[in-house]
């Protein structure tokens, strides 16, 4: 399956950063605490990728948890006893708002694989495609992503079941300028070492 790229070159994504595309498959991603986030963000912070990474933390500090699906009649699944997630997949067409589609893949029941991972700057983490995890910064952040390689098939995003996604999240509510001005601002507090 094709998948369409953004055209501008900064955009606003959903789970509340910045991203900026760069040459060379990278990835500039600034997490600011002014960014607007989908309604339910709470609700559906886990998500894969189709592709592989290697995410270096350049400013602030980031906190990753990994997750795994727990498989039918396991001890695990058996002893939460029910499904936790839907997992939408998010293929086709962008949206006028800028998103891919959310379409309900399956259901799942989800459970967290050992304890938060804190990478602070200067130190990075790699990332297989599909596996499951979810990010999560205090303040300022500053990280860069470089793609390993991709696969065909769409990312998922996992929200609690009976949560609604907020599928109409708009990553084009701020202008060009106001995003710019963000990242500038994350920018300067770094430079003059606000960032905690």
Request: glycine share 6%; proline share 5%; net charge negative.
């Amino acid at each position: 399956m094709k998948f369409e790229k953004t055209k501008e070159q900064i955009t606003l994504h959903g789970l509340g950063f910045l991203q900026v595309i760069l040459p060379n498959n990278q990835r500039l991603h600034v997490w600011h605490p002014d960014l607007p986030k989908r309604k339910c963000f709470e609700h559906s912070s886990i998500h894969d990728h189709r592709f592989g990474f290697i995410s270096k933390v350049l400013v602030g500090t980031q906190i990753n948890q990994l997750y795994r699906e727990l498989q039918p009649n396991s001890v695990d699944y058996l002893n939460i006893g029910e499904e936790t997630h839907c997992a939408y997949i998010h293929e086709g067409p962008r949206t006028k708002f800028g998103n891919r589609p959310w379409t309900i893949d399956y259901y799942c029941a989800i459970q967290k694989i050992g304890v938060p991972r804190i990478v602070n700057a200067g130190e990075q983490y790699e990332m297989n495609p599909y596996m499951l995890h979810s990010t999560r910064c205090e303040g300022i952040c500053v990280t860069l992503m470089t793609k390993t390689h991709e696969e065909n098939k769409g990312a998922h995003s996992y929200c609690d079941i009976d949560v609604e996604p907020d599928v109409n999240f708009n990553r084009k509510q701020w202008s060009q300028k106001q995003l710019w001005d963000v990242f500038v601002d994350a920018m300067q507090s770094v430079q003059l070492g606000e960032v905690a």
